[in-house]
């Protein structure tokens, strides 16, 4: 029996552990839905969540009274107001609360959304749509009395009646008697196809919904013989302009003339490709089946017989819901950070979007949000928990979460503890020296696995996010490896490859970079490496296997180029970019490059990325103040990209400046390993110089050092004079600094000697190693690691002698400097 209790409770343990585990993020179960309500019923609403909350709450957005009938009147969730409902109106019962609602009159019509609370976070529903049922006349329509010779197809209708809710019903009545419908489409015409004689009679119309029915007189008095005087085409009625038609939908477009003879019909569409493969011809109109983005546009129906023609144009306008896809569902942020975040939202009409702060819309002064973008400057406490974004339009309401964490401001102060050393600057890094240690209350973290795009036979773009959480990022390196042609078998498993590094430092708010160069119709792999603020280092995980194509596919068939219409500037460092698009039928291009770059420089443009084809806008951040950039955009896909628009000018705004009084410059000590009398006596001297005997010795500086560039010996010592001498081996680490380009020149002395950067820091273990025992060297200032300095020509026993005897004549320079300053009777600091 014992036995048996433990299995039981193991069993329910596990079962409680999945149950904990499968719910990592509460969501609502239930799917709200649009209602419509008769005056003097109930209806109920009813909230399931998937983790037991602390607390319901519910939420009423009105409706106005005239719109109070209509299910698709617009409400804004942004900017409309609501009022929270009183507790004591809904009932919790564990994870499901529900609200009733008694319709006495049009006040309850409205949205209703649900908040469900854990802790400070709060998850907000997909609101419900509750309208008033409603029931009009027809609306006033001329009676028609029409003569047609048979053969025609005859089209009338009658227009549903207008403010009603639900969309009512249309019939036909004939001479008092329910006619039924040859044609069964979607429309509400009456369609009598290759009229006869026993179709002539009297026709009215009959509607109705869930509050009754109504029928109308007589309107349409149809008279159909055998022979008639010959006449051109004609309508009955004029046929409907516009059809709203949504994503996968069919729709009947109507369009039929009467005349003597027959008019013959045809179809044509005025801009684009006419759908052939998906249509069918019937009598009285067209119907287009599965309709796509690509059927949208204007038809022209032609009805014609050999006494006339007449046209009709339709337009057709495409829907489809809106969907969000966010990179993100969860962020870990330090409080003071900055926190940009976007979500791709795609949707026709375009939705409208809103941003919801653990249950309730952004707004917040440190949060700047626009459109599917928004700006934490900074992140502050208050700010964890829930973020959701709304996308709503016609056709419904779709939203995500991202579950944000803020680490707060005491961890950070702990992490800043340990010092980083100053990183080493320049077109190379040693990005894989991991000798260095992480700091012991620090994460690195590393970019997520990159997503590869081609654009072009010899150009790729990479893509990859970052968790905000653990050290802060100082840039990201992108690292390539040549696989091989396609051509060659073996070209997943080619030895001798080796890892290469771009030379472009890439900002840390950069979340994609373009790598040129390649060659075509080779495979590739591609890794993204951190730099974090301790100089360690992370690489993400390792890419797929990456064939770069030989296509011509983007030659046969040119994107679309984007044209930028104006800029607009946000503050010192942000702009706001608006552009055109006019799309190609059958091109759906997947977003657009936002390309950027300081117009005084001549380095390579920065490239954003934005998602959605209907785009229009986007904000350029992290820009430097007062700057004029040269902005232009491409359209692209998962194949190609577009040729670059013209250029459009943007500016920054200069920084704000603040009135300061002016300050003392001090002399910062630097580092030394030699005693401090040594240390006090350099500053009498270099004082001493200035103030008594500054040309003379001006000079004898620049001649030794002239002198001792050529010599590795007192190299330590030129640092810390303050004459401006430096020696050699500070040279060559201030070349691994700043690399060949920007190579340290003192008063037009060029050092003889230079340490050697390997182009690729990752391409050999062995110049890895050399370079990590190099750096370690120069940034200890240690004369012990002197066997890894590069050797220097001309060493031999004369120039040793000339510098002993230069070393001889400077020693007795200090002596009389020592007894001047004595003299003097002033004290030097």
């Not at 009409?349 to 928004?374: H, Q, R």
């Not at 040793?800 to 030097?828: A, C, F, H, V």
Request: aromatic share 8%; proline share 7%.
């Amino acid at each position: 029996m014992d036995g048996f209790q433990v299995i039981c409770t193991i069993f329910v343990t596990v079962v409680a552990y999945a149950d904990s585990s499968a719910a990592d993020h509460e969501y609502m179960l239930t799917k709200p839905e649009s209602l419509t309500v008769s005056i003097n019923f109930e209806t109920k609403l009813e909230c399931v969540m998937n983790i037991l909350p602390d607390k319901f709450q519910w939420k009423f957005y009105p409706l106005d009274k005239k719109d109070s009938f209509n299910p698709k009147a617009p409400l804004s969730l942004t900017n409309s107001k609501f009022r929270i409902i009183p507790a004591d109106k809904y009932e919790p019962q564990k994870k499901m609360s529900s609200l009733t609602l008694q319709a006495d009159s049009t006040e309850i019509a409205g949205d209703y959304q649900c908040l469900a609370h854990y802790g400070a976070s709060v998850v907000a529903s997909i609101p419900w749509r509750i309208t008033i049922a409603n029931l009009t006349h027809f609306r006033r329509q001329e009676k028609v009395d029409a003569t047609v010779v048979v053969g025609n197809t005859i089209s009338w209708r009658c227009e549903p009646p207008p403010m009603s809710n639900p969309e009512p019903y249309v019939d036909y009545v004939k001479n008092g008697q329910y006619f039924p419908r040859v044609i069964s489409t979607s429309t509400k015409s009456l369609i009598i196809p290759n009229a006869t004689t026993s179709d002539s009679g009297h026709y009215a119309c009959k509607s109705g919904n869930t509050e009754g029915d109504i029928t109308s007189g007589t309107l349409l008095n149809l008279r159909v013989v055998r022979h008639v005087s010959p006449e051109p085409p004609r309508f009955l009625i004029r046929p409907k302009t516009m059809y709203e038609v949504n994503k996968g939908d069919s729709v009947f477009l109507e369009c039929a003339a009467v005349g003597n003879p027959v008019p013959k019909v045809e179809w044509r569409k005025k801009v684009g490709i006419f759908p052939e493969h998906r249509c069918e011809k019937l009598e009285g109109g067209l119907v287009i089946k599965n309709v796509s983005s690509s059927d949208n546009g204007v038809y022209e129906c032609v009805q014609k017989n050999h006494l006339g023609t007449i046209s009709h144009y339709i337009t057709l306008n495409y829907n489809e819901p809106p969907k969000i896809d966010c990179l993100l569902t969860t962020t870990d942020v330090t409080q003071g950070d900055n926190l940009d975040l976007d979500c791709s939202v795609t949707g026709t009409p375009t939705p409208e979007v809103s941003w919801f702060l653990n249950g309730f819309v952004v707004n917040d002064s440190k949060i700047e949000t626009d459109g599917n973008k928004i700006y934490f400057m900074p992140v502050e406490k208050r700010h964890a928990g829930n973020l959701q974004i709304f996308a709503r339009n016609v056709l419904g309401t779709v939203y995500r979460t991202i579950s944000i964490k803020v680490i707060p401001l005491s961890t950070t102060q702990e992490v800043s503890t340990d010092k980083p050393v100053p990183p080493t600057r320049g077109n190379h890094r040693n990005i894989n020296n991991n000798s260095r240690k992480p700091p012991k209350h620090g994460k690195m973290v590393p970019p997520s696995r990159p997503n590869i795009s081609r654009l072009n036979d010899e150009a790729v773009l990479l893509r990859w996010t970052v968790q905000m959480k653990g050290l802060p990022i100082q840039f990201f390196k992108v690292q390539y490896r040549e696989l091989g042609p396609d051509s060659q078998r073996d070209h997943h498993n080619r030895k001798g490859s080796k890892w290469m590094t771009t030379n472009t430092d890439i900002p840390p708010h950069m979340r994609s970079y373009e790598v040129t160069n390649l060659k075509p119709d080779h495979w590739y792999r591609f890794r993204i490496a951190a730099v974090y603020s301790n100089n360690d280092n992370k690489n993400s995980p390792t890419s797929e296997k990456f064939h770069l194509r030989k296509l011509d596919f983007d030659k046969r068939n040119p994107l679309p180029i984007p044209l930028v219409t104006k800029t607009e500037t946000i503050n010192s460092t942000s702009v706001k970019i608006y552009w055109k698009y006019n799309s190609l039928p059958n091109i759906t291009v997947d977003g657009f490059f936002v390309n950027y770059n300081s117009a005084s420089s001549a380095a390579d443009y920065m490239r954003e990325v934005v998602d959605g084809q209907h785009t229009n806008s986007y904000i350029l951040t992290h820009l430097q103040p007062d700057t004029v950039y040269d902005i232009k955009l491409q359209s692209f896909t998962s194949k190609s990209a577009s040729d670059f628009s013209a250029i459009m000018k943007a500016k920054t705004l200069g920084e704000v400046s603040t009135t300061s009084p002016p300050t003392k410059e001090t002399v910062t000590p630097s580092l030394s390993t030699e005693p401090s009398g040594i240390s006090k006596l350099y500053i009498i001297i270099a004082v001493s110089v200035v103030g008594g005997c500054g040309l003379i010795f001006a000079l004898i500086g620049v001649l030794l050092f002239c002198k001792r560039s050529k010599q590795k010996k007192n190299s330590n010592r030129g640092d810390r004079d303050k004459g401006g001498v430096d020696d050699h081996r500070i040279q060559a680490d201030a070349e691994y600094v700043v690399g060949s380009k920007n190579a340290p020149r003192s008063n037009g002395c060029v050092p003889p000697n230079r340490i050697t950067i390997t182009a690729n820091p990752l391409a050999d273990a062995d110049n890895k190693n050399q370079n990590m025992i190099e750096m370690s060297c120069l940034s200890s200032q240690n004369n012990n690691c002197s066997t890894v300095q590069p050797s220097v020509s001309g060493e031999d026993s004369p120039t040793n002698s000339r510098d002993k005897k230069n070393k001889n004549r400077e020693k007795r320079i200090r002596n009389k400097q020592n007894t001047d300053s004595n003299t003097s009777g002033e004290n030097y600091v």
